[in-house]
């Protein structure tokens, strides 16, 4: 680790107890990203230690105890949760500059980075662009990897990752003819070859590869995942390693042997990855993948009927129904936060249930409705007043972006902003 | 808590070294004054059981002369918790709330002398904590630096940081 440049300034003669530099150093990473910028303006060599990438990396290990989960709502406010106590603490809102990313949306999250996708339509051609913005040091990164693509009917399916050997970020589009990753690194576009996407799912970022669902074996059509004409076997999982950019197959569970009457789902639940699909429509189950390689290791994790969980479900009994997702665990293990994916906006508002194998707390469901209802109705309570862009420098750029921010870090950020408590 | 900890001090304090109570292991603080520990404690002090291995166990009378008398009775009193595996969230906010901002600095140099790195990792985020909401110039006056900036730089980089200056407590000069 790098120290302060040795100071002559210091002044060992006062009063006060003398601490040396490196001694300052091994405290400084234990501060808040709020407090640590505007300390930058305490002497010369704060502002360029606090400023280095090594400090940067150190300070993102130190803060990187439990991953976050980030929500985003449709009037551009982002909602981030610290897993660790997401019933006692209120959520961290912060909105996202919408004068600046009025056609943006969320695709990740990765080391407290956001990853944001714009579209524009021009003559049934749509264009595609990225930003990477981090709420807690507020820079934000210009347009990036363009991408055109002419075939409206594909459409793309992107997940932000990181790199750890080269210390840079991917995103992974996934579109209904190829694989492409983007480094924002080189800002390139590459494409994996050989590699055929067939009616994949929600795609997840976990540990340095991505991961999603394919159908092997079968030529669809068209977009709609259909149970009767598959069999359990054709239910591959496919991981791309964002290191290597080498692709794996993984087997699903044994006992998965029958096609759910809705595509199954990839999530991430305690660095776990997890399928989680139907079962018979009256059963909700979630496998967990305990280790990830050539035998991967399934457990199933939770198996809960829908009475239990309390979901109230359309007495159509639709698809749109049965398209849970788990989102998080609580920090006992005993709570895992759920939502319907089918419709976007009721993720924050409505759709959020939570299911226990024990009796869900109803005072925490509560708690958490509202705070989620509050950050749905939360546009622009919270302007970014001025946010450095990216300006071609990549390395200068990327040690800026790194982390920064995780758990507790974005607390500061949004202290005037959440103004209930959520223990009233 | 405090009382018990001086009256402990007291009963130990100036008790010349006796051979032949070998079992424990006495620390010399650098006014003078002699804490006997079990041996357990001193394995806890990185730097202090270094010299007892050195030594082959055959010396046990460790003075440190960095340390007073002031602070090596709260250092002590974590390492027996730590030993105990009781070092909880209550432990450390009582434990804390005991010291002032002089003595969290005074116990972080003695924690990193006699390198206990969880004391470290503790007396890191409680000096984080203080500090945190702190302004500018309260930090430079309880790290005693010097600022290098020339008016302007520093009026630049402030300019450039502002949204980091909103929430700042008010210094309080009797503080310190």
Known sequence: ?424 | MAEEVSSQMNSLSISETNPSSSATISLVSGDDIVFKVEPTIAKEMETVQSFIDETDGKITTIPLPNISSHDLPYVIEYCEKSIAGKITKEFEAEFVKKLNNEEVKELFLAANYLNIKKLLDFLSQVIADRIANKSVEYVRRYFGIENDFTPEEEAKLREELAWTFTGVDPDDEDEN
């Open chain 1, 1 to 424: 680790m790098s120290l302060l440049t040795p100071s002559h300034s210091r002044n060992a003669s006062t009063s006060t107890t003398f601490v040396p530099d490196e001694l300052i150093t091994e405290m400084l990473p234990y501060l808040t990203v709020k407090a640590l910028i505007r300390f930058r303006c305490v002497c010369k060599s704060w502002n360029s230690f606090i400023s280095d990438p090594t400090f940067v990396k150190l300070h993102l290990h130190r803060s990187s105890q439990k991953a976050n989960f980030t929500l985003v709502s449709f009037n551009g406010s982002v909602v981030s949760f610290t897993s660790l106590r997401m019933f006692e603490n209120p959520p961290i809102v912060s909105t996202l500059p919408t004068y600046q990313l009025r056609d943006e949306e969320l695709v990740g999250s990765c080391n407290g980075l956001l990853c944001l996708v714009g579209r524009s339509y021009v003559d049934g051609n749509t264009e595609m662009w990225f930003r990477f913005w981090n709420p807690a040091t507020r820079i934000i990164s210009q347009r990036l990897g363009l991408l055109h693509n002419n075939n409206v009917v594909f459409s793309f399916h992107f997940t932000f990752g990181y790199c750890k050997s080269t210390n840079t970020y991917k995103v992974v589009a996934l579109t209904r003819t190829n694989v492409r990753v983007f480094t924002l690194q080189d800002n390139t576009w590459r494409d994996i070859p050989n590699c055929y996407v067939t009616c994949s799912s929600s795609a997840v970022y976990m540990s340095g590869s991505v991961f999603w669902l394919e159908i092997t074996n079968i030529y669809v059509t068209d977009y709609e995942y259909d149970y009767k004409i598959i069999t359990p076997k054709q239910i591959a999982i496919i991981s791309i390693d964002l290191d290597s950019e080498i692709l794996y197959g993984h087997h699903p569970p044994e006992d998965f042997n029958e096609v759910p009457f809705v595509a199954p789902n990839l999530s991430v639940l305690e660095d776990c990855l997890c399928l989680s699909h139907d079962s018979k429509r009256t059963h909700f189950v979630i496998w967990q993948m305990k280790e990830c390689g050539v035998d991967d290791c399934w457990t199933q994790f939770l198996k809960i009927s829908y009475h239990n969980l309390q979901l109230q479900l359309n007495y159509r009994f639709s698809v749109e129904d049965f398209r849970l997702l788990p989102l998080c665990l609580s920090e006992k293990n005993d709570t895992v936060l759920l939502t319907n994916i089918f419709i976007e906006v009721e993720i924050l508002g409505y759709g959020s249930v939570l299911a226990s194998s024990k009796r869900p707390d109803q005072r925490k469901i509560e708690n958490l409705k509202k705070f989620l209802r509050m950050t749905d109705s939360s546009s622009n309570k919270f302007m970014q007043p001025t946010i450095p862009k990216f300006d071609g420098f990549y390395e200068y750029w990327a040690k800026l972006m790194e982390n920064f921010l995780r758990s507790k870090e974005m607390w500061n950020l949004v202290e005037d902003e959440v103004t209930a408590s959520p223990q009233n």
